[in-house]
């Protein structure tokens, strides 16, 4: 059973960036997403990566995302990253790190069978 363990949340100003990482305890050949939840609010898709059988990695963003988050990942040490510029208020959440089922492009949550505990990412303005 894979275990994901997520990092670099805290606490940063409007416009500032973070990191976050998410270690695997073991491979992690499929799908790998980011997903966040706010108060009050249901979890929502924010990123993933994905080969679809092949060699190169594709990546999917949540609109509110794109442009400013990047997903990766280094299969050598079985993490995957969410770099995130440009951070707004509005991205204060707690966010997760998840392993999908398949290695295809997915941004239901349903369709994720591991997930982390979260780590809490704050934007202040």
């Known amino acids: 059973q894979v275990q994901l363990v997520e990092s670099g949340g805290g606490l940063v100003q409007a416009g500032g960036s973070l990191t976050l990482s998410c270690a695997a305890s073991g491979r992690t050949f499929t799908t790998m997403g980011w997903f966040r939840q706010a108060p009050g609010k249901e979890r929502e898709f924010v990123a993933c990566?994905?080969?679809?059988?092949?060699?190169?990695?594709?990546?999917n963003y949540a609109y509110s995302v794109k442009g400013r988050f990047t997903i990766s990942r280094d299969n050598a040490k079985n993490t995957v990253y969410l770099q995130m510029n440009s951070l707004k208020p509005e991205d204060t959440a707690v966010y997760y790190c998840?392993?999908?089922?398949?290695?295809?492009?997915?941004?239901?949550?349903?369709?994720?069978?591991?997930w982390g505990q979260g780590t809490q990412v704050t934007v202040s303005s």
């Open positions: 998840a392993r999908a089922t398949v290695d295809y492009v997915v941004v239901r949550a349903a369709s994720y069978d591991t």
């Open positions: 990566i994905s080969r679809n059988g092949g060699k190169l990695d594709y990546t």
